[in-house]
Antibody, heavy 121, light 111 residues
Framework: QVQLVESGGGVVQPGRSLRLSCAAS????????VHWVRQAPGKGLEWVTI????????YYADSVKGRFTISRDNSKNTLYLQMNSLRAEDTAVYYC??????????????WGQGTLVTVSS | QSVLTQPPSVSGAPGQRVTISCTGS?????????VHWYQQLPGTAPKLLIY???NRPSGVPDRFSGSKSGTSASLAITGLQAEDEADYYC???????????FGTGTKVTVL
């Protein structure tokens, strides 16, 4: 079965960096685009970034552009999110989610369980 | 600040029908981009509920249905059950933002 497992969350000081990982299994990872979506405590879902199946294209929300970098290693079936210059407002549960269907505007059909990032001094 | 607007909450008695609206604009829903719906039970990750405006993934009860018209979409839940208490989010693509957008979210309460 399709599984996405995030890791790497924790408590980090403002201005510091953190790298999240998302390990995929149960499907051919290299055939699918993957998103990162976050959810601040008690708030709604916010799309963060997406990377194409082959890593050829990456898109970011304005709120993280220039600070966050998405990447993937298809040989390891793993997605990454490098987060630099972290701010208090980046505090959230971060989910990775697979881009399903055909095309680039398909649904996020499978989600991981999320990893909590807390930015605090 | 989301570009897709949903009512903060809706409620209904068991067995009733409730609907959740998702209002967008000409750069997202109105531009023809598909709308997808997600259900988030308390303390869990979101789960795909409706994709491509009207389609249910395998395993989703037919009590859930989606529709789209113009710059808006709707999710209907018929025969409301206690297990349907959750947060629901619509999602689409926005060409002006060149990115993906979620609705503001709606909390469904079963009375």
């Amino acid at each position: 079965q399709v599984q996405l497992v995030e890791s790497g969350g924790g408590v980090v000081q403002p201005g510091r960096s953190l790298r999240l990982s998302c390990a995929a299994s149960g499907f051919t990872f290299s055939n699918y685009g993957v998103h990162w979506v976050r959810q601040a405590p008690g708030k709604g879902l916010e799309w963060v970034t997406i990377i194409w199946y082959d890593g050829s294209n990456k898109y970011y929300a304005d709120s993280v552009k220039g600070r966050f970098t998405i990447s993937r290693d298809n040989s390891k079936n793993t997605l990454y999110l490098q987060m630099n210059s972290l701010r208090a407002e980046d505090t959230a549960v971060y989910y990775c989610a697979r881009l399903g269907g055909t095309g680039t505007t398909g649904p996020l059909d499978y989600w991981g369980q999320g990893t909590l990032v807390t930015v605090s001094s | 600040q989301s570009v897709l607007t949903q009512p903060p909450s809706v409620s209904g008695a068991p067995g009733q029908r409730v609907t959740i609206s998702c209002t967008g604009s000409s750069s997202n829903i109105g531009a023809g981009y598909d709308v997808h719906w997600y259900q988030q039970l308390p303390g869990t990750a979101p789960k795909l509920l409706i994709y491509g405006n009207t389609n249910r993934p395998s395993g989703v009860p037919d009590r859930f249905s989606g529709s789209k018209s113009g710059t808006s979409a709707s999710l209907a839940i018929t025969g409301l059950q206690a297990e349907d208490e959750a947060d629901y989010y619509c999602q689409s693509y926005d060409s002006s933002l060149s990115g993906y957008v979620f609705g503001t979210g709606t909390k469904v309460t079963v009375l």
